[in-house]
């Protein structure tokens, strides 16, 4: 499956790159965003890449060989972003994004356990060096405990029923398999596993949701990035956020209003920008595809509104 970036020309159209300016990519995934930033500025002088799966940065980095003198590729969380930038001797920078989700990459290899469409293992780690998998939460959380995780990261109404057949489940033997993992929410459900059509939105789609979200702390994160990026911004630059769930785009817009408030920063989109229908058509996963951007003003600007 290949991994089709979402919203790009929505992206560097509102990122509104200067020349011979430093960027970050706080997703970097295959290198789709960073590519097309790249040939659209071409006076861009660096671009900081961040991925914490090492198979993303390796894709990147063959994606992006064109540009790799002006290209840094750094392992880490997005949500190290002050860290990585302070070892990286970065200062302020002029744009920094983020498009936060899975990769078609990620969710095309079963043996990341992303996704139920092939049977593997129950992983779900965006790094495969991380402790926790979400084999580890469907197998030792307390009935409760699994509940109200699926009920709040994946804002599934039906939680209560899901949890208690998964406890009913793993009395008989550990789940360690996506499939049947699939298999037991579509029953607690009161559906046929079988008899799900491929043009629907699977019964676990919720349940994986938010097993994923929570093996990879993606909203702690995510909350993380959007308490930092703003304040390494140099005066004019700017920060965008694509979110795909209400979960995520609820803390970009009011984090956002926060930071509009304090008097530094301009929000940019008062209304999310989202896919138009042609991309929908191309790539169906674009559908859900929210951005949001704030700028940092300048000092000027600030003074003359005070």
Sequence with gaps: MQHIPVLTSQLIGV???KPEEIGVDCTLGGGGHALAILQAC?????????????????RASEK?????????????????????????GVGPVSFIYADIGTSAFQLDRPERGFSFAQDGPLDMRMDPEQPTRAADLVNGLKEQELADLIYRYGEEGRSRKIAAMICQARRNQRLDST????????RALGLDPKGISAGRIHPATKTFQALRIAVNDELGQLEQLLSSAPDRLAAGGRFAVISFHSLEDS???????????DGRYRVLTKKPLTAEPGE?????RSRSAKLRAIEKVSSSEVRGSI
């Design 15 to 17: 990122l509104d790159s």
């Design 42 to 58: 071409p006076l861009l002088q660096r671009l900081i890449g961040i991925d914490a799966d090492p198979a993303a940065l390796e």
């Design 64 to 88: 992006l060989k064109d540009h790799a003198a002006k290209v840094t590729l750094v392992r880490g969380r997005f949500g190290e972003l002050p860290d990585i930038l302070d070892r990286s």
């Design 179 to 186: 499939v049947q993992l699939a298999e037991i929410v579509c």
């Design 251 to 261: 803390l970009v817009k009011e984090a956002f209003r926060q930071r509009e408030q």
């Design 280 to 284: 929908v058509l191309r790539n169906p």
